[in-house]
């Protein structure tokens, strides 16, 4: 997502990123074209997603919202838990191409 900060995001920003409204021109983020802010919801409902990372870190200290195992879990459940692992797993590869980028370039060994 870019790295949008609300707190600075001018009056015009708002009207092209689509934070107050459909903004004339869709916004494209990983190739799918949004018609808000992609920061929108989270403004709208932060309980909500407090509440999503909240049994999230449940689920990884092995405590599940129901009783059984993962698959006897809601749908809904399951499905957020593959949402956020995804994501987690998108920003690692995100975060190691960005290393290697900034890694120095290793040197042919000379072998005798």
């Known amino acids: 997502m870019p790295k949008w900060d609300c707190g600075t995001c001018t009056a015009h920003d708002k009207q092209v990123r689509g934070c107050e409204a459909t903004p004339a021109i869709p916004i494209t983020l990983d190739g799918e074209d949004l018609k808000r802010c992609?920061?929108?919801?989270?403004?709208?409902?932060?309980?909500f997603y407090y509440h999503c990372f909240k049994v999230y870190s449940w689920f990884g200290?092995?405590?599940?919202?129901?009783?059984?195992?993962?698959?006897?879990?809601?749908?809904?459940?399951?499905?957020?838990?593959?949402?956020?692992?995804?994501?987690?797993?998108?920003?690692?590869?995100?975060?190691?191409?960005?290393?290697?980028?900034?890694?120095?370039?290793?040197?042919?060994?000379?072998?005798?």
Not at 38 to 47: K, V
Not at 74 to 98: G, H, T
Not at 105 to 111: G, N, R, Y
């Open 38 to 47: 992609p920061r929108r919801p989270t403004l709208d409902n932060p309980a």
């Open 61 to 112: 200290r092995d405590y599940l919202p129901e009783q059984g195992t993962y698959l006897d879990q809601p749908a809904a459940f399951v499905q957020m838990v593959e949402i956020i692992e995804q994501a987690i797993a998108d920003a690692k590869a995100l975060n190691e191409k960005a290393d290697k980028a900034r890694a120095p370039a290793k040197l042919p060994t000379i072998v005798k």
